[in-house]
């Protein structure tokens, strides 16, 4: 019995994106990364993580794209009470699934991941400022 | 407390915003450089990076070591992030309370890894900064080399030796 997460992909993105996660969490063994390559089976990849879970185990899949082969394929599994899949994984929503706990709610982790989209602008601060340091 | 002092070259990024400050749990992070502290555009980004609920303040060292020994400090959980060896060693000696752990990170690739010896794939030092740890060391200052939380610990006296 153990939580698994996957990210799958089109092509490199899922592999790459495992690499970025852990520049900034760490080593992560229970992540594993699929990516579909041109010409390649999106079934393949579903038969592939099948293959690796149990029905004691929480699974959640990380998806590129919803509608894209990849997260089609992938739609089967969710029939399945212990599998959740993901659409629309950018590395905010990685992090944030990786690093939740266990018990977390994954609306509440799609929620903040979902806020970390949006316009940067700087805000100019004041220089030599403690104000609310205590 | 100051549970925490992290090199960093790269200050407040993902390996800090997400990764330590979770597992530190600190309420505040400073920023300790006597130069980024008088850029506002630096300080603005700073504050920018900074991961919600927690507090960011880039001090100049003087200034930095005055709040933390100020008895209300205590109280906080702080992170200091510093860039500079030089400096580093200037606030430590200042600090009337020592941070609990001491931590490089990320130094010597930013300014440039010519004239600096690789001790770690993500530290290289130059033969001053070398002598400027040893010289931390035998004031008991023992820095350790873990850029993530689940990285293993190693010693940078230890480093320095080898």
């Not at chain 1, 970025?20 to 990849?45: F, H, R």
């Not at chain 1, 699934?97 to 977390?104: D, F, G, H």
């Amino acid at each position: 019995m153990s939580r698994k997460i996957y990210f799958i992909s089109h092509n490199d993105f899922a592999k790459g994106l495992k690499r970025s996660v852990e520049m900034i969490a760490g080593k992560q063994p229970n992540v594993t990364a699929y990516g579909l390559e041109p010409g390649g089976d999106p079934n393949e990849i579903v038969r592939q993580i099948e293959a690796d879970i149990d029905t004691t185990d929480t699974v959640i899949i990380l998806g590129d794209l919803e509608g894209g082969s990849v997260c089609n394929a992938a739609l089967r599994l969710t029939v399945r009470p212990n599998v959740t899949l993901i659409a629309g994984t950018n590395l905010a929503l990685a992090l944030q699934v990786v690093l939740s706990s266990p018990e977390a709610n994954l609306d509440d982790e799609i929620e903040e991941a979902r806020k970390r989209i949006k316009k940067l602008k700087l805000k100019v601060s004041a220089v030599n400022d403690v104000e609310g340091l205590f | 407390m100051i549970k925490m002092l992290r090199i960093d070259d790269r200050l407040i990024h993902g390996q800090v915003a997400v990764t330590w400050s979770k597992q530190l749990a600190v309420n505040r992070i400073i920023v300790v450089s006597d130069s980024i502290s008088q850029d506002p555009i630096q300080v603005s980004a700073l504050k920018m990076a900074a991961p919600e609920g927690i507090k960011a303040f880039i001090l100049p060292v003087d200034k930095a070591a005055k709040m933390l020994n100020d008895p209300r400090a205590d109280r906080l959980q702080v992170l200091l992030v510093m860039n500079n060896p030089v400096e580093v060693a200037q606030l430590l000696s200042e600090l009337t309370t020592q941070p609990s752990v001491l931590d490089v990170a990320n130094y010597g690739r930013v300014a440039g890894i010519e004239g600096r010896h690789k001790i770690t794939d993500t530290v290289y030092l130059s033969d001053d900064e070398v002598t400027i740890f040893k010289t931390m060391a035998t004031k008991g200052s023992h820095f350790i080399y873990q850029p993530l939380p689940n990285d293993a610990v190693k010693s940078v006296d230890e480093l320095l030796e080898g």
